[in-house]
């Protein structure tokens, strides 16, 4: 990354850290009904995995096989809660940049990956271009509210199979904060882990600081893992 193309833009102000916790709707007695309640439908219910590969890794880890049907069993799950850690590192290009995700700090960013953009003063919608990822991640650099930057829209001026990668270097140029995003597919992951791997300068480096990351949600109403790969 060009150091000069980003110093144009200045440094991010500071601001008070926002705590959050403050609504609390549920007491902690409903929210360990609802815990019970979650143990149990994935006991007896289980969730659909299509994926042959996906199901030998449940059965792998104690999960209940049926078909399709994986049955996981409370203390996996719990297991699971249990190794997740307490504080998480969201790196940026510079330390400047980082996110410690820990306790009950609340952090603001972008979101979504629509394929329309509307303008500035216009009334109609336009097809998104790369050139609007890099134009909005030079806006969240200079925004002092926008702690990270989520890849905001989907370019449709580029082949499908360059879409990941793409969408993260025309980021990574324009802003220094943490890049997260959606991967497309298999491919697109691989192409933007070599990517970032290269410019973290080896495998090691951009495990300790990992300046991007990707947004998984593979569960699909009701009760379904998505079965694409």
């Known amino acids: 990354m060009a150091a000069s193309h980003l110093e144009l833009r200045g440094a991010v102000l500071n601001r008070e850290m926002v705590i959050g916790g403050q609504f609390r709707p549920l007491t902690d ?18 969730v659909r995995v ?6 030998q890794i449940f059965e792998s880890a ?4 049926s078909g399709e049907r994986v049955c ?6 719990e297991d699971a809660v249990a190794t997740a850690p307490a504080k998480v590192l969201l790196a940026g290009r510079i330390e400047g940049r980082d996110l410690i995700l820990s306790g009950k ?9 629509p394929i329309n953009v509307l303008d500035p003063g216009e009334t109609k919608v336009r097809r998104a271009k790369l050139e609007d990822v890099a134009r909005l991640a030079r806006l ?7 702690d990270f930057f989520v890849l905001p829209v989907t370019p449709t001026d580029i082949p499908a199979e360059e879409v990941a990668v793409s969408r993260f270097t025309a980021a990574l140029l324009n802003t220094r904060k943490h890049i ?3 991967l497309i597919n298999l491919q697109g992951a691989k192409d933007v882990y070599a990517m970032a791997e290269y410019l973290g300068g080896s495998a090691d480096v951009l495990r300790a ?8 949600s593979w569960m699909v109403s009701p009760l379904t893992f998505d079965s694409a790969v």
């Open 29 to 46: 007695a409903d929210i360990l009904q609802i815990h019970k309640a979650s143990l149990e439908i994935l006991q007896t219910t289980g």
């Open 50 to 55: 299509e994926n042959a590969t996906a199901r």
């Open 62 to 65: 104690g999960a209940d096989i």
């Open 72 to 77: 996981i069993p409370p203390d996996m799950v």
């Open 105 to 113: 700090k609340v952090h603001f960013g972008t979101g979504g990956s």
């Open 140 to 146: 969240a650099e200079r925004l002092s509210e926008l």
């Open 180 to 182: 997260m995003g959606g």
């Open 209 to 216: 600081r990992p300046f991007v990351s990707c947004m998984i």
